[in-house]
Protein backbone atom coordinates (compact mmCIF):
# COMPACT_ATOMS: atom_id res chain seq x y z
CA UNK A 1 0.00 0.00 0.00
CA UNK A 2 1.47 3.26 -0.81
CA UNK A 3 1.94 6.20 1.17
CA UNK A 4 2.18 9.68 0.38
CA UNK A 5 5.84 9.76 0.91
CA UNK A 6 5.81 7.45 -1.55
CA UNK A 7 4.83 9.22 -4.08
CA UNK A 8 6.55 12.66 -3.23
CA UNK A 9 9.67 12.28 -4.88
CA UNK A 10 13.05 13.97 -6.09
CA UNK A 11 13.67 14.79 -9.70
CA UNK A 12 15.70 11.39 -9.95
CA UNK A 13 12.43 9.30 -7.85
CA UNK A 14 14.70 9.11 -4.34
CA UNK A 15 12.14 9.36 -1.72
CA UNK A 16 13.03 8.26 2.02
CA UNK A 17 11.31 5.12 2.51
CA UNK A 18 13.05 3.87 -0.70
CA UNK A 19 16.35 5.41 0.40
CA UNK A 20 15.77 2.83 3.68
CA UNK A 21 15.08 0.10 1.53
CA UNK A 22 18.11 0.46 0.24
CA UNK A 23 20.52 0.43 3.08
CA UNK A 24 18.50 -2.47 4.27
CA UNK A 25 18.92 -4.34 1.00
CA UNK A 26 22.81 -3.44 0.95
CA UNK A 27 23.76 -3.73 4.78
CA UNK A 28 23.07 -7.06 6.99
CA UNK A 29 20.48 -7.01 9.16
CA UNK A 30 22.39 -6.26 12.45
CA UNK A 31 24.48 -3.57 10.36
CA UNK A 32 21.08 -1.86 9.09
CA UNK A 33 19.83 -1.83 12.52
CA UNK A 34 22.14 -0.29 14.07
CA UNK A 35 22.60 2.26 11.11
CA UNK A 36 18.87 2.81 11.58
CA UNK A 37 18.69 3.51 15.33
CA UNK A 38 18.99 7.32 15.56
CA UNK A 39 16.08 7.65 12.87
CA UNK A 40 13.55 5.66 15.69
CA UNK A 41 14.04 9.14 17.49
CA UNK A 42 14.25 11.47 14.75
CA UNK A 43 10.85 10.48 13.29
CA UNK A 44 9.09 10.20 17.11
CA UNK A 45 9.64 13.73 17.26
CA UNK A 46 8.80 14.87 13.52
CA UNK A 47 5.94 16.88 12.90
CA UNK A 48 3.50 15.04 9.82
CA UNK A 49 4.31 18.50 8.09
CA UNK A 50 8.05 18.00 8.91
CA UNK A 51 8.04 14.44 7.28
CA UNK A 52 6.13 15.06 4.22
CA UNK A 53 8.36 18.29 3.31
CA UNK A 54 9.70 18.29 -0.12
CA UNK A 55 13.32 18.24 -0.99
CA UNK A 56 14.61 22.04 -0.65
CA UNK A 57 15.16 21.98 -4.45
CA UNK A 58 11.92 21.28 -5.20
CA UNK A 59 9.85 23.80 -2.60
CA UNK A 60 8.06 26.93 -4.42
CA UNK A 61 8.84 30.09 -2.78
CA UNK A 62 5.64 30.15 -1.22
CA UNK A 63 6.02 26.95 0.57
CA UNK A 64 9.95 28.06 1.39
CA UNK A 65 8.14 30.64 2.94
CA UNK A 66 5.36 28.72 4.87
CA UNK A 67 8.26 26.39 6.05
CA UNK A 68 10.61 29.14 7.18
CA UNK A 69 7.05 30.20 9.69
CA UNK A 70 7.24 27.05 10.59
CA UNK A 71 10.54 26.91 11.94
CA UNK A 72 10.22 30.15 13.66
CA UNK A 73 7.21 29.15 15.49
CA UNK A 74 9.17 25.87 16.58
CA UNK A 75 11.79 27.93 17.82
CA UNK A 76 9.68 30.19 19.85
CA UNK A 77 8.11 27.49 21.25
CA UNK A 78 10.67 25.09 22.14
CA UNK A 79 13.55 27.62 23.11
CA UNK A 80 11.49 30.16 24.03
CA UNK A 81 13.48 32.50 21.25
CA UNK A 82 12.38 34.86 18.46
CA UNK A 83 14.27 34.09 15.82
CA UNK A 84 14.58 34.99 11.58
CA UNK A 85 14.82 32.30 9.46
CA UNK A 86 15.51 33.12 5.31
CA UNK A 87 16.57 31.42 2.59
CA UNK A 88 19.26 32.88 1.00
CA UNK A 89 20.22 31.42 -2.67
CA UNK A 90 24.26 32.10 -3.97
CA UNK A 91 25.36 35.39 -5.02
CA UNK A 92 25.89 35.12 -9.24
CA UNK A 93 29.51 35.24 -9.76
CA UNK A 94 30.59 34.24 -6.96
CA UNK A 95 32.80 31.25 -5.58
CA UNK A 96 33.73 31.25 -1.82
CA UNK A 97 37.40 30.19 -0.94
CA UNK A 98 38.98 29.82 2.88
CA UNK A 99 42.62 29.87 3.25
CA UNK A 100 44.79 29.63 6.91
CA UNK A 101 48.02 30.61 7.42
CA UNK A 102 49.72 28.10 9.74
CA UNK A 103 52.53 29.97 10.33
CA UNK A 104 50.33 32.88 12.69
CA UNK A 105 47.56 30.59 14.01
CA UNK A 106 48.61 30.11 17.54
CA UNK A 107 46.00 27.43 18.54
CA UNK A 108 43.69 29.80 21.02
CA UNK A 109 40.90 28.39 19.47
CA UNK A 110 38.88 31.10 19.55
CA UNK A 111 37.72 30.23 15.90
CA UNK A 112 35.57 27.15 17.09
CA UNK A 113 34.50 29.31 20.61
CA UNK A 114 33.11 31.91 17.83
CA UNK A 115 31.47 28.87 15.25
CA UNK A 116 30.11 27.20 18.77
CA UNK A 117 27.97 30.50 19.79
CA UNK A 118 27.35 31.75 15.87
CA UNK A 119 25.60 28.41 14.93
CA UNK A 120 23.53 27.96 17.63
CA UNK A 121 25.53 24.38 18.83
CA UNK A 122 24.41 22.67 21.88
CA UNK A 123 26.34 24.03 24.55
CA UNK A 124 26.10 21.10 26.90
CA UNK A 125 29.03 19.31 24.43
CA UNK A 126 30.44 22.57 23.33
CA UNK A 127 30.33 21.10 19.90
CA UNK A 128 32.08 23.22 16.96
CA UNK A 129 32.37 22.87 13.26
CA UNK A 130 36.18 23.55 13.64
CA UNK A 131 38.52 21.20 15.38
CA UNK A 132 41.85 23.07 15.90
CA UNK A 133 44.49 19.98 15.96
CA UNK A 134 48.19 20.56 17.78
CA UNK A 135 50.39 19.12 15.50
CA UNK A 136 54.03 18.30 16.04
CA UNK A 137 56.99 20.44 13.92
CA UNK A 138 57.78 18.89 10.92
CA UNK A 139 54.37 16.89 10.06
CA UNK A 140 51.70 17.35 8.45
CA UNK A 141 49.52 13.68 9.38
CA UNK A 142 46.26 15.20 10.53
CA UNK A 143 45.87 11.92 11.98
CA UNK A 144 48.56 12.55 14.43
CA UNK A 145 47.44 15.46 15.64
CA UNK A 146 45.08 16.02 18.84
CA UNK A 147 42.67 18.37 19.56
CA UNK A 148 42.08 17.39 23.04
CA UNK A 149 44.85 19.81 24.67
CA UNK A 150 44.84 21.94 27.77
CA UNK A 151 47.70 23.21 28.07
CA UNK A 152 49.09 26.81 27.20
CA UNK A 153 49.37 28.06 23.73
CA UNK A 154 51.44 28.07 21.57
CA UNK A 155 53.66 25.29 22.80
CA UNK A 156 57.28 24.59 22.20
CA UNK A 157 57.80 22.33 18.99
CA UNK A 158 53.99 22.40 18.09
CA UNK A 159 52.05 24.05 15.49
CA UNK A 160 48.34 24.34 14.93
CA UNK A 161 46.27 23.48 12.27
CA UNK A 162 41.93 24.25 12.89
CA UNK A 163 40.15 21.74 10.27
CA UNK A 164 36.88 22.01 9.32
CA UNK A 165 34.68 21.04 5.96
CA UNK A 166 36.98 21.93 3.11
CA UNK A 167 34.06 22.68 0.91
CA UNK A 168 35.43 19.79 -1.62
CA UNK A 169 34.47 19.98 -5.74
CA UNK A 170 34.58 16.33 -5.71
CA UNK A 171 32.73 15.83 -2.12
CA UNK A 172 32.68 11.99 -0.90
CA UNK A 173 30.32 13.20 1.21
CA UNK A 174 28.05 14.04 -1.08
CA UNK A 175 28.44 10.91 -3.35
CA UNK A 176 27.17 8.95 -0.37
CA UNK A 177 24.05 10.18 0.83
CA UNK A 178 21.66 7.55 0.04
CA UNK A 179 18.79 10.27 -0.09
CA UNK A 180 20.80 13.74 -1.59
CA UNK A 181 20.11 15.05 1.86
CA UNK A 182 23.48 17.02 1.15
CA UNK A 183 25.10 18.71 -2.04
CA UNK A 184 27.60 21.63 -3.43
CA UNK A 185 25.95 24.60 -4.36
CA UNK A 186 27.01 27.36 -7.42
CA UNK A 187 29.26 29.38 -4.85
CA UNK A 188 31.02 26.34 -3.70
CA UNK A 189 29.75 25.19 -0.28
CA UNK A 190 28.75 22.14 0.29
CA UNK A 191 24.73 21.90 2.19
CA UNK A 192 22.83 20.07 4.28
CA UNK A 193 18.96 20.09 4.30
CA UNK A 194 18.66 18.70 7.98
CA UNK A 195 14.57 18.10 6.98
CA UNK A 196 15.83 15.56 4.76
CA UNK A 197 18.66 13.86 6.34
CA UNK A 198 17.63 10.62 7.99
CA UNK A 199 20.51 9.97 10.14
CA UNK A 200 22.43 7.38 8.54
CA UNK A 201 25.72 8.93 8.97
CA UNK A 202 27.27 7.49 5.95
CA UNK A 203 28.48 11.36 5.04
CA UNK A 204 30.38 11.42 8.23
CA UNK A 205 31.96 7.66 7.55
CA UNK A 206 33.04 9.46 3.89
CA UNK A 207 34.58 12.47 4.56
CA UNK A 208 38.47 12.30 5.17
CA UNK A 209 38.60 15.63 7.21
CA UNK A 210 36.30 14.39 9.81
CA UNK A 211 34.38 17.95 9.51
CA UNK A 212 30.73 16.28 10.17
CA UNK A 213 28.62 16.37 13.31
CA UNK A 214 26.01 13.95 14.36
CA UNK A 215 23.16 15.36 16.61
CA UNK A 216 22.47 12.52 19.49
CA UNK A 217 20.15 14.54 21.23
CA UNK A 218 18.22 17.76 20.81
CA UNK A 219 20.40 20.37 21.15
CA UNK A 220 20.22 22.51 24.47
CA UNK A 221 20.32 26.53 24.25
CA UNK A 222 19.45 29.05 26.90
CA UNK A 223 17.02 31.53 24.65
CA UNK A 224 19.40 34.29 25.41
CA UNK A 225 22.02 32.56 24.05
CA UNK A 226 20.54 31.73 20.30
CA UNK A 227 22.14 33.63 17.57
CA UNK A 228 18.24 34.72 15.71
CA UNK A 229 20.00 35.29 12.90
CA UNK A 230 19.46 32.15 10.44
CA UNK A 231 19.26 30.83 7.68
CA UNK A 232 17.73 27.53 6.24
CA UNK A 233 21.03 25.70 5.36
CA UNK A 234 22.99 26.91 7.75
CA UNK A 235 22.46 27.89 11.05
CA UNK A 236 19.11 27.52 11.95
CA UNK A 237 19.08 25.05 15.57
CA UNK A 238 19.18 21.54 14.14
CA UNK A 239 17.17 18.45 15.51
CA UNK A 240 18.13 15.80 16.43
CA UNK A 241 19.22 12.93 14.63
CA UNK A 242 20.85 14.38 11.86
CA UNK A 243 23.91 15.35 10.50
CA UNK A 244 25.61 18.86 9.85
CA UNK A 245 28.93 20.59 9.06
CA UNK A 246 30.51 23.97 8.45
CA UNK A 247 28.33 26.02 5.79
CA UNK A 248 31.28 28.90 5.10
CA UNK A 249 28.92 30.90 7.50
CA UNK A 250 26.00 31.38 4.62
CA UNK A 251 24.04 33.38 6.91
CA UNK A 252 26.70 35.80 6.60
CA UNK A 253 29.08 35.26 3.95
CA UNK A 254 25.75 35.55 0.97
CA UNK A 255 25.01 38.77 2.46
CA UNK A 256 28.71 40.48 2.19
CA UNK A 257 29.97 39.30 5.64
CA UNK A 258 32.60 37.52 6.73
CA UNK A 259 32.82 34.45 8.36
CA UNK A 260 32.45 34.24 12.49
CA UNK A 261 35.50 32.32 12.82
CA UNK A 262 37.39 34.99 10.71
CA UNK A 263 36.22 38.12 12.77
CA UNK A 264 37.51 36.32 16.03
CA UNK A 265 40.55 35.06 14.83
CA UNK A 266 43.21 37.47 16.95
CA UNK A 267 45.72 36.40 15.06
CA UNK A 268 44.97 37.37 11.59
CA UNK A 269 45.55 33.68 10.38
CA UNK A 270 42.09 33.16 7.93
CA UNK A 271 41.78 34.75 4.38
CA UNK A 272 37.85 34.43 2.89
CA UNK A 273 36.83 35.66 -0.19
CA UNK A 274 35.59 35.15 -3.77
CA UNK A 275 38.10 32.89 -6.04
CA UNK A 276 36.31 34.29 -9.15
CA UNK A 277 37.74 37.79 -7.86
CA UNK A 278 41.38 38.51 -9.46
CA UNK A 279 41.69 41.34 -6.53
CA UNK A 280 40.32 39.40 -3.89
CA UNK A 281 42.85 38.69 -1.00
CA UNK A 282 42.32 34.80 -1.21
CA UNK A 283 42.96 34.83 -4.65
CA UNK A 284 46.48 37.21 -3.62
CA UNK A 285 47.42 34.39 -1.20
CA UNK A 286 46.82 31.73 -3.30
CA UNK A 287 49.26 33.06 -6.46
CA UNK A 288 51.92 34.28 -3.82
CA UNK A 289 52.12 32.44 -0.94
CA UNK A 290 53.65 28.56 -0.23
CA UNK A 291 49.84 27.04 -0.45
CA UNK A 292 48.83 23.67 1.08
CA UNK A 293 45.75 21.24 0.49
CA UNK A 294 45.33 18.47 2.85
CA UNK A 295 45.50 14.70 1.91
CA UNK A 296 46.00 16.04 -1.55
CA UNK A 297 46.22 12.97 -3.06
CA UNK A 298 42.76 12.23 -2.39
CA UNK A 299 41.94 14.61 -5.20
CA UNK A 300 38.60 16.08 -3.67
CA UNK A 301 39.47 19.45 -4.78
CA UNK A 302 38.80 21.20 -1.65
CA UNK A 303 38.40 25.04 -1.46
CA UNK A 304 40.08 25.07 2.20
CA UNK A 305 43.74 26.13 1.60
CA UNK A 306 46.52 26.13 3.98
CA UNK A 307 49.53 28.36 3.71
CA UNK A 308 52.70 29.67 5.37
CA UNK A 309 54.67 33.23 5.31
Not at 62 to 67: G, H, P, R, S, T
Request: glycine share 6%.
Amino acid sequence: MSTPTDKKTEANGVTRRTAVKALGATLGAAAFAKAMAPLKSWTSELSVDEFLQKHYRELTPEAMQEVLRRLEQNTLEQYGAEVTIEDLPPIEGVQFGYALNLSVCTGCRKCAEACHKENNHDRATNNSYIRVLEMEQGSMDMERGTAAYDHAVPAPGKFYMPVQCHQCDNAPCVDVCPVQATWKEKDGVVVVDYNWCIGCRYCEAACPYHARRFNWKKPEIPAEEINPVQAYLANRIRPKGVVEKCHFCLHRTRKGKLPACLEACPTGARVFGNLLDPKSEIRWVLENKRVYVLKEELGLRPRFFYFFD
